[in-house]
């Protein structure tokens, strides 16, 4: 009997501990979620405010100076002021799609985040698909617009959803495309596989000279994939008003404008894990921490450094489409889905039997 109870006493002070370890290890999942949700968003922030300076400047006109030091907080202020907007609702439209779609469009975007390496294993989750999960949840975005454009019973907005899926349709398929010459270059579809494929020879193992013709094909399709001008039609404001995006307003119309982007900027980060070496530089600088005898903390250095490499290269690759809104002229519905299917298609199909050919005969 005494030796029951001693049992029991052991098991209710060992419970409190095994509680805490459970509560420990969900607060330790979450804390890098959170982390990265975190820098998501001030990504954001800071290409909204890049994009109005360079365009600023493209058009020889000053950008916004008042919202904090050189402008920085005026994204912030326009998200606040989104935020206690009102929140209408199209009378005779479908309120359970309505209200859907912006939640869709945003998740599956922030999902795509999940698998970009910033370091060196510096990942949320390396899975060995990879960059085809990037394309199989990119895919669903198109369907949040769709049930947006429906849901809105306006004329506009459905013409402006069935515009956003065909172009979805039309420049996924090159894009897949690419994304499989890649893979079959680096022997794996694990995003860090392909940064690590491209670390062996330096700068000029990088994919994008090793493929040239598939980084250009990329380049269109990620920018159609975004809707960025030349192939913003599925909100042309000439002919449909703002598109899907019509009736919204407040803090629905908000989760449209973080999704274009947040996928600007998922996109330009997979250019530089697919093509533009990811975390490592030609230059070597593993020497500093030894330099300054702090061995100690030097993985630390090389993470931050690669993070800090990583974000540059974004960046700096985000001139090429912020510049591009304000050079090209917007495409024709027809033009668009001409240079999709009759152009882009047959090309980066040539471009994958070309890389598999060469792949085969390198064994």
């Known amino acids: 009997m005494i030796k029951m109870i001693m049992d029991t006493t052991e098991i209710q002070t060992i419970n409190?501990?095994?509680?805490?370890?459970?509560?420990?290890?969900?607060?330790?999942?979450?804390?890098?979620?959170?982390?990265?949700?975190?820098?998501?968003?001030?990504?954001?922030?800071?290409?909204?405010?890049?994009?109005?300076?360079?365009?600023?400047?493209?058009?020889?006109?000053?950008?916004?100076?008042?919202?904090?030091?050189?402008?920085?907080?005026?994204?912030?202020?326009?998200?606040?002021?989104?935020?206690?907007?009102?929140?209408?609702?199209?009378?005779?439209?479908?309120?359970?799609?309505?209200?859907?779609?912006?939640?869709?469009?945003?998740?599956?975007?922030?999902?795509?985040?999940?698998?970009?390496?910033?370091?060196?294993?510096?990942?949320?989750?390396?899975?060995?698909?990879?960059?085809?999960?990037?394309?199989?949840?990119?895919?669903?975005?198109?369907?949040?617009?769709?049930?947006?454009?429906?849901?809105?019973?306006?004329?506009?907005?459905?013409?402006?959803?069935?515009?956003?899926?065909?172009?979805?349709?039309?420049?996924?398929?090159?894009?897949?495309?690419?994304?499989?010459?890649?893979?079959?270059?680096?022997?794996?579809?694990?995003?860090?596989?392909?940064?690590?494929?491209q670390s062996k020879y330096g700068f000029w193992g990088w994919n994008l000279w090793r493929q040239p013709i598939g980084f250009i094909i990329f380049l269109c399709s990620s920018l159609a994939e975004c809707e960025r001008l030349p192939f913003d039609l599925p909100e042309a404001e000439e002919e449909l008003v703002a598109g899907y995006q019509t009736e919204y307003s407040g803090i629905k119309f908000g989760l449209f404008y973080i999704a274009s982007y947040l996928n600007l900027l998922v996109s330009s980060l997979f250019v530089t894990v697919l093509y533009l070496g990811g975390w490592n530089l030609s230059i070597a600088y593993g020497f500093i921490p030894k330099l300054f005898d702090i061995n100690k903390a030097g993985k630390v250095f090389g993470t931050i450094i690669g993070i800090l490499i990583t974000l540059a290269k974004t960046y700096l690759f985000l001139f090429i489409p912020i510049a591009t809104r304000w050079t090209l002229p917007r495409l024709r519905m027809d033009q668009l889905l001409s240079l999709g299917w009759k152009f882009l298609l047959p090309i980066s199909l040539g471009n994958l039997l070309l890389t598999t050919s060469f792949q085969l005969l390198s064994l």
């Open 16 to 197: 409190p501990f095994s509680r805490l370890e459970v509560v420990y290890g969900i607060l330790w999942t979450l804390v890098p979620i959170f982390g990265l949700v975190l820098g998501i968003i001030i990504g954001v922030l800071v290409i909204v405010w890049l994009e109005r300076e360079i365009s600023a400047g493209i058009q020889q006109r000053i950008g916004p100076e008042y919202a904090g030091p050189l402008g920085i907080l005026q994204a912030l202020a326009d998200g606040v002021k989104l935020l206690f907007k009102e929140n209408l609702l199209p009378s005779r439209g479908d309120a359970r799609l309505f209200s859907i779609g912006p939640s869709i469009a945003v998740i599956s975007i922030l999902l795509s985040y999940s698998i970009i390496p910033f370091g060196d294993h510096l990942i949320l989750s390396d899975l060995t698909i990879g960059v085809f999960l990037w394309i199989a949840i990119s895919s669903v975005a198109p369907i949040g617009l769709l049930m947006s454009g429906y849901g809105s019973n306006n004329k506009y907005s459905f013409l402006g959803g069935l515009r956003a899926t065909a172009q979805s349709i039309s420049y996924e398929i090159p894009l897949t495309l690419c994304v499989l010459s890649i893979s079959l270059l680096s022997n794996s579809p694990s995003t860090i596989d392909i940064v690590e494929a």
